[in-house]
């Protein structure tokens, strides 16, 4: 959903978690043709920008923002029906901002906004099986492995890929340094 007037900046601890505008689209798809991020989420171009970051209905992105630069995106989705509400989260950033702590203080910075604004007691994740730096950032929030999906996307190389569910409860949320 773009830019919806509901979602805040989230600022502080060196950097901004703000709402995508439609204006940030090539800075944007710049960031997901990187090898460390294509590696992961694949191959974008302009029309599969448009659909998975413009056009939903249902999910909301935040650009991660560090010294006023795009260093990454988070978004979510939620699930509104009051029987099984709760929030699914994905988070790349940019190579040269991957294994210096700012995913996991961006996913916190999330979380706590997902749990005290939103009133979600439950979030979920999906990294690759194949991709245990991001298993580590997951888990030291809190995510816990819940199941692998198998054959569940696809990969850079069209190939099928297993996907490893987790998922976090409010009360399991590990949101400290």
């Avoid at 630069?69 to 978004?75: E, I």
Wanted: proline share 4%.
């Amino acid at each position: 959903m773009e830019n919806d007037d509901s979602l805040p900046v989230l600022d502080g601890d060196g950097f901004s978690l703000r709402p995508l505008e439609h204006t940030d689209a090539d800075i944007l798809l710049a960031l997901l043709r990187e090898p460390g991020v294509a590696r992961w989420w694949g191959s974008y171009d302009a029309e599969r920008l448009e659909r998975d970051f413009f056009d939903q209905s249902s999910a909301y992105t935040y650009l991660v923002i560090v010294d006023d630069v795009v260093a990454g995106v988070l978004q979510f989705h939620e699930e509104t029906d009051p029987g099984y509400r709760h929030a699914g989260i994905d988070i790349t950033l940019g190579e040269r901002y991957q294994d210096r702590g700012l995913g996991t203080r961006a996913l916190r910075r999330l979380i706590r906004y997902l749990i005290d604004e939103r009133g979600h007691h439950r979030m979920t994740i999906d990294p690759s099986v194949h991709n245990p730096c991001a298993v580590h950032v997951y888990e030291k929030v809190g995510f816990r492995p819940v199941g692998v999906m198998r054959k569940y996307e696809r990969d850079i190389h069209g190939e099928w890929s297993d996907g490893l569910l987790m998922d976090l409860l409010a009360e399991e949320f590990i949101d400290t340094h």
